[in-house]
């Protein structure tokens, strides 16, 4: 077998044992980087309903914890927080459902259901901006600032920026292909 044929094949042994090492090192996670979501859907109804509702809180309190808000903007700050929690059950209520029902069998009754979850996310969002125009304006310059940047964790963005950064992109979502910018 000529060498550099044996290298490589040392190399990739060499890279597959070192990464396996890693994924046990922190306890045998695999799942990956969704920081654990990727096993929602085998969850128990409570257990998830638990965890969201949990991670909705933690958003929310350090959310508040970072605005320092005023008395005077409390009023805006608990109608935004209530939005949010009933938006959080609505999900789980969904998730719940989507679980419990069966499979779509043919491309078509798969695309009707992506539809049906496009709409309803549109719904959501069209309930979440509401609830953000409500508050933003009573907030301070300083204030908005940290409102966006923490807002942003709150739905997934992190400090990686916008999705078409993530992939070494503009930003533009392009290359990202059909139905995901």
Known sequence: MKTW???SIVAALIGSSA???AVMARGGDCDGGMGGKASWHTMAP???QERMTQRSQEHLARLELALALTPEQRPAW???KAS???RSERMVTHMQARGQADQPKTVLDRMARMEEMSKLRQAEMAETRKAVEALYPQLSDAQKIVFDAEFM???GRGDKGERGMRHGGKGDGAGMGPGRG
Do not use: D, P, R, V
């Open 19 to 21: 990464l396996g090492t």
């Open 78 to 80: 608990e109608g935004f």
């Open 5 to 7: 044929i044996k290298t």
């Open 84 to 86: 949010m929690k009933e």
């Open 46 to 48: 409570a257990q998830m």
């Open 153 to 155: 964790k709150m739905h």
